[in-house]
């Protein structure tokens, strides 16, 4: 009798593992996400320095992450992605997920 009653149950676990899927393939983070994210960085490192150093990394923060984006390599995962940077001083990987961005290397 207790076998005829677990079959009527809600499937909780099915529709809750739907939904994390769901988000995370709906917040994957584009390239475009990822140059913002790299512009924003660069503007954060400039901030606080009133030289002429801090003022030419905030004004130039938008190419430098524009080329920096051009030299990414994305590989997409669906639910997550890997962001490869091949930068003169290494190599640089992201994973992206959420709509977030966590520096791996």
């Not at 677990?6 to 769901?22: D, H």
């Not at 390599?73 to 003169?88: E, G, Q, W």
Request: hydrophobic letters at 40%; one cysteine or more; aromatic letters at 10%.
């Amino acid at each position: 009798m207790s076998s005829a009653k677990s079959s009527r149950r809600f499937p909780y676990g099915w529709i809750i593992l739907i939904l994390v899927i769901t988000l995370l393939y709906a917040t994957n983070p584009s390239e475009g996400q990822f140059t913002s994210y790299l512009k924003d960085k660069i503007r954060e490192q400039a901030d606080g320095d009133e030289t002429l150093s801090g003022d030419l990394q905030r004004m130039l923060a938008g190419p430098v992450a524009s080329l920096a984006g051009m030299e990414t390599m994305r590989t997409d995962y669906y639910l997550c992605s890997i962001f490869k940077m091949d930068l003169p001083g290494g190599e640089h990987i992201y994973l992206g997920l959420l709509d977030h961005f966590i520096k791996l290397k």
